[in-house]
């Protein structure tokens, strides 16, 4: 019996949930009696003591909401730097190689239709790969696939989410309250003193990331980087009081057992069925709804170029540089892993989804958004297709001789 199936997986099933919510969406925005806009830009309200912030349904789903979601992503990577797959220079150039490749030649697919347009500003629609939909697929026929497969496209993804933050920060940044930003690095500053001093209760430490992410969306920052920072600062293990900065610039010797696993481990696992089941589908629902129309004569560049970085950018980037990358002494091939299953990676990480949506909203115009929503969805789901076909041709097994 299948060890792994959409009712035993959470990734599978997670997956199922995120498509499903993407459809209703499309099916709610394009019925207009069922006021899809209305509902998700109707106002709301949060108090507390003296501080009242208001904005749409929509904007707290984005701002607050995918916070947690970029909670989570940190919480991986910093354990995939420090224990995983990124830990040593050998492990870590091939995803590192790949994913710059993944993120490279997409955005040069997407200016070469883009370029000089009102939509190019979206350059950064076709950077990240999609984890959850790209893990789904994979996990679909996870009996069949190498077993590195998996943590080398998480490795991947990872990176060029972690790419995307920046770009958030450093792009996306119209105007900053420095007041505020200097409080947004005091609190940040606490929080790495309370790791280095061995603080270690899960909610001092929540209490304090949530003070940050006040602080960072005041400051007219995009909110979700609090949740990177609070990430970095979040021990890793109980006892360890050099922090995430300092494993990272001194290494435990070879040899020697690290700590178990700790409070940074806790909110990894304990963020895991939020994002899956609840964040990522509302993210889906309040972002995926667009009129199903042809896209206006002004916003068929940006159209194109998503499609050309999503479905073609993407898998030419990262099949070549892995390839490229493991001609290189010091990268290290994932074990089983071939140039067919490189093709069917490359297909997947096509899948754009929750940053290439988050992009456009960041990133376009209110009447752009749709059309670029709907290329990401169609390209999306064009190269999650042709990836999970390239996927079954790359494992199924020889006929039996004789």
């Known amino acids: 019996?299948?060890?792994?199936?959409?009712?035993?997986?959470?990734?599978?099933?997670?997956?199922?949930?995120?498509?499903?919510a993407a459809g209703l969406a499309l099916a709610w925005a394009n019925v207009p009696a069922l006021n899809y806009r209305e509902v998700w830009q109707a106002e709301a309200a949060v108090s507390v003591g003296p501080f009242e912030s208001r904005h749409p349904v929509r904007d707290w789903v984005n701002e607050a909401l995918m916070a947690l979601f970029f909670l989570h992503v940190g919480l991986v990577l910093k354990r995939e730097v420090l224990e995983g797959d990124l830990s040593t220079r050998?492990?870590?150039?091939?995803?590192?190689?790949?994913?710059?490749?993944?993120?490279?030649?997409?955005?040069?697919?997407?200016?070469a239709f883009a370029w000089g347009t009102s939509g190019a500003r979206a350059w950064s629609?076709?950077?990240?790969?999609?984890?959850?939909f790209?893990?789904?697929?994979?996990?679909?026929?996870?009996?069949r696939v190498p077993p590195a497969l998996l943590p080398f496209l998480l490795a991947v993804t990872i990176l060029d989410d972690t790419v995307a933050v920046l770009i958030i920060a450093v792009v996306y940044t119209e105007s900053v309250s420095f007041a505020w930003l200097a409080a947004a690095a005091l609190l940040f500053a606490l929080l790495i003193w309370m790791d280095r001093s061995g603080v270690r209760h899960p909610v001092v430490f929540a209490f304090v990331a949530v003070?940050?992410?006040?602080?960072?969306?005041?400051?007219?920052?995009?909110?979700t980087?609090?949740?990177v920072l609070a990430a970095i600062a979040i021990p890793l293990d109980p006892s360890h009081r050099r922090g995430f900065l300092g494993r990272v610039l001194h290494p435990a010797p070879r040899g020697r057992a690290e700590p178990r696993p700790g409070l940074a481990k806790n909110f990894e696992e304990a963020t895991a069925p939020w994002v899956t089941f609840m964040v990522l589908p509302l993210f889906a629902l309040a972002n995926a709804g667009v009129d199903v129309e042809m896209p206006s004569r002004g916003s068929l560049p940006l159209v194109a170029g998503i499609a050309a970085g999503l479905v073609l950018g993407k898998p030419l980037g990262v099949i070549g540089f892995a390839l490229l990358a493991e001609r290189f002494p010091w990268a290290s091939a994932p074990a089983g892993v071939k140039t067919r299953h490189l093709v069917a990676l490359g297909l997947l990480s096509g899948i754009g989804f929750t940053m290439s949506i988050f992009f456009l909203e960041l990133a376009v115009p209110e009447e752009q958004r749709g059309p670029g929503t709907l290329a990401v969805l169609v390209s999306s789901l064009l190269?999650?297709?042709l990836g999970f076909a390239a996927l079954l041709i790359a494992t199924r097994r020889p006929a039996p001789s004789g």
Do not use: C
């Open 1 to 20: 019996m299948a060890t792994t199936t959409w009712r035993r997986d959470p990734d599978v099933l997670g997956g199922l949930v995120l498509l499903l």
């Open 90 to 111: 050998r492990k870590a150039t091939l995803p590192a190689i790949t994913a710059f490749g993944g993120m490279a030649v997409p955005v040069a697919f997407f200016l």
């Open 125 to 132: 629609a076709v950077l990240a790969t999609d984890i959850a």
């Open 134 to 143: 790209s893990a789904m697929v994979l996990r679909l026929l996870a009996r």
């Open 211 to 223: 003070l940050l992410w006040v602080a960072v969306f005041a400051a007219g920052l995009h909110a």
């Open 225 to 227: 980087i609090a949740g």
């Open 383 to 385: 190269v999650g297709l």
